[in-house]
């Protein structure tokens, strides 16, 4: 069975913050998949950082190009935007983070993030806390 992982987990794979060493043993010691949306949003982050002079351009391309040749299975998101809309409503948070935990739920996988208020959110429902661990954890 796949792990699903989000941008927070695969960008920790490349930039040095907390939690690195645990999303670097997933890469190693699982097998991943994401929604295709993880690309441009890891891509968008590390742009982000750039702006704002976090890491240069040479280190943010380098980076989108190690996530990019990373052993992650794209899921195609659109299939699981209806559901992403409806665990959004339901928990409160934004359609984009909910897409991972609606395709973890349609792989039957557990989705692994790193965004920590999005975890509470998940792990606070009784259906959805099955389908999602935060990394670390």
């Known amino acids: 069975m796949a792990v699903i992982v989000d941008a927070n987990v695969a960008l920790k794979w490349v930039i040095d913050e907390d939690g690195s060493e645990a999303a670097r ?27 704002r002079g976090l890491i240069s351009e040479t280190t943010s391309r380098l980076a989108l190009d190690a996530i990019l040749a990373s052993p992650i299975r794209a899921i195609s998101a659109r299939p699981s935007i209806g559901a992403a809309q409806i665990i ?10 909910s ?11 557990t989705l692994v993030t790193a965004d920590e208020r999005f975890a509470r959110a998940a792990l606070a429902h009784p259906v959805y806390a099955r389908s999602l661990r935060l990394l670390g954890a």
């Open 88 to 97: 959004a409503l339901e928990l409160r948070q934004r359609a984009y983070d």
């Open 99 to 109: 897409l991972y935990l609606a395709i973890a739920i349609t792989e039957h996988a």
């Open 25 to 51: 043993r997933l890469v190693a010691e699982e097998t991943l998949a994401a929604p295709d949306l993880m690309f441009i949003e890891c891509a968008n982050v590390l742009c982000t950082k750039v702006r």
